[in-house]
């Protein structure tokens, strides 16, 4: 009977998804507004700045990542119009579009409100470690592996919205977690591609759980995927269970296979660091 009740759920969502009846999250206006501006070749620094300005609160957070571990500035940075031109226009972008993603975390229904939360705190982890991991290990850019970090589990979110609209799913946590493993990653892609994301990042939601994946170079998806196994070490998650020593992103990034060289002192506390600065301050 649960069989069919999570297979039927299953066929359900995935019905809506064809007949694109499934509602999708659509980014936050100031991350929408600060991308036409980046996407913009004759707009600079000071049009940037005057958009974020006028959101005291995203230019808060932007001057505690400015004046974090994450950015490394030798002064103390108190102005956005000297933030932006520290970080640049498309650091500054991926971090608004990071930072206003935690609003879509939210919901009304508290067993659901609680998931999301849940989700987003995950995604903040595996963000920080995949943008510290980037710095040290790789020449790929830190802002875009924060940004692949906190997006690779996005597709979540409308299962989690359908849960809350229908009601059904809300007390049956079996069928829900198994919507969620069989159904988040196609819908992330589509998710990310309704955002126009690059493929890239679109590649991390529908690849960072294929451990087989062998690609030429390191790339963001390898990235995700030492994050992720990393967060589940020592656990008793099944991710736990997998061999990393078998796991070429591993060998691609140029770690060993095991928890120490990620374990190191430095590395752990820019992770923690770097989480950090993505909360909101208490």
């Not at 990071?98 to 508290?110: C, G, H, P, R, Y």
């Not at 892609?189 to 759980?209: A, C, G, H, M």
Request: proline share 5%; charged share 20%; hydrophobic share 45%.
């Amino acid at each position: 009977m649960a069989g069919n009740v999570i297979e039927n759920t299953q066929l359900e969502i995935e019905g809506l998804i064809e007949r694109d009846e499934l509602v999708l999250p659509t980014l936050p206006e100031i991350a929408l507004k600060v991308r036409d501006i980046a996407e913009d070749e004759n707009a600079g620094i000071q049009d940037l700045s005057r958009v974020l300005v006028k959101d005291p609160a995203m230019s808060a957070r932007l001057l505690r990542v400015v004046n974090s571990p994450m950015v490394r500035s030798a002064v103390p940075i108190t102005d956005i119009s000297t933030a932006i031109s520290r970080m640049g226009i498309d650091f500054t972008t991926n971090l608004v579009v990071s930072i206003a993603m935690e609003q879509m975390f939210q919901a009304t229904n508290e067993i659901i409100d609680k998931r999301m939360r849940a989700c987003w705190s995950h995604a903040t982890e595996i963000a920080a470690s995949a943008q510290v991991l980037a710095r040290h290990f790789t020449s790929l850019p830190p802002d875009q592996a924060l940004l692949a970090g906190l997006v690779h589990q996005i597709g979540t979110l409308p299962i989690l919205a359908y849960a809350e609209q229908s009601g059904s799913l809300l007390q049956d946590a079996k069928t829900l977690d198994h919507a969620i493993r069989a159904l988040h990653q196609p819908l992330g892609e589509k998710v990310l591609s309704s955002w126009d994301f690059p493929d890239d990042i679109i590649n991390v939601t529908r690849d960072y759980l294929n451990f087989d994946r062998a690609p030429d170079v390191a790339d963001l998806t390898d990235l995700i995927q030492v994050a992720t196994l990393q967060s589940h070490a020592g656990t008793s998650h099944p991710l736990a269970e997998i061999d990393t020593a078998t796991v070429g992103a591993f060998v691609r990034l140029g770690l060993a296979a095991d928890t120490e060289t990620l374990e190191l002192e430095v590395i752990a506390e820019e992770q923690a660091e770097t989480q950090a600065a993505l909360l909101p301050s208490m």
